[in-house]
């Protein structure tokens, strides 16, 4: 009988250490903790996404709104600025209750590579008023938002000299989506899109 109770309550010790884990690793939404200093490679981004080491051979890989999320806000965060770092889509997601800023922001523009895989994602809400957003983990002022579409910027702007020989996004439907109150439009996916850049392969459903 003793023995069974101590198993009862490390089993009840060991969960209460992983709700615990759980909830750290997305503890920077509400604290604003996380920097580029701080960075998001290896074990420490898998906490973010599904898998993935964001390689081409292991793209960081999305599939729950959380995870999506994880993905605007660390873009904007600057935590991709350091090389092509690979992204894919691997479920079809529902972003209804989010509301997101544009993907890529004058500072930091968007120079990865995401592959939608074929998915949808439903009930996009992208605003560049900062008052709407969903728990933003840091202020994004007016100058950051100027570039309005699903991506802000895609690309180099006024001088920047990322490698951008690998950017795009591929094979990705959004349905039901939004931008600043408005159906979103096929004119409304890019904000600055760079030359260099082919062309953003999103296709747009109502």
């Given at each position: ?104 922001i ?12 074929g ?35 895609v ?50 459903t109502?």
């Amino acid at each position: 009988m003793m023995k069974r109770k101590l198993s009862l309550v490390t089993l009840a010790v060991f969960l209460c250490l992983l709700m615990t884990l759980s909830t750290v690793s997305h503890a920077w939404f509400f604290e604003g903790g996380v920097s580029s200093e701080l960075g998001i490679y290896g074990g420490v981004g898998v906490s973010y996404f599904n898998s993935g080491d964001g390689s081409e051979a292991q793209p960081y890989e999305i599939s729950t709104p959380i995870q999506l999320y994880n993905f605007v806000w660390l873009q904007n965060m600057g935590n991709f600025s350091g090389g092509t770092v690979y992204f894919r889509i691997s479920a079809d997601i529902d972003m209804a209750g989010y509301t997101l800023p544009p993907i890529g922001i004058a500072e930091y523009p968007f120079v990865g590579n995401l592959d939608g895989g074929g998915h949808t994602v439903l009930n996009l809400t992208v605003s560049t008023c900062a008052e709407d957003f969903t728990d933003p983990p840091v202020a994004l002022g007016d100058s950051a938002l100027a570039y309005v579409g699903v991506f802000g910027v895609v690309g180099n702007l006024d001088g920047q000299s990322f490698d951008i020989s690998h950017t795009g996004v591929n094979s990705l439907t959004l349905h039901n989506s939004a931008i600043n109150g408005e159906s979103l439009a096929e004119d409304d996916l890019a904000g600055f899109l760079d030359v260099g850049v082919s062309e953003l392969q999103i296709t747009v459903t109502q």
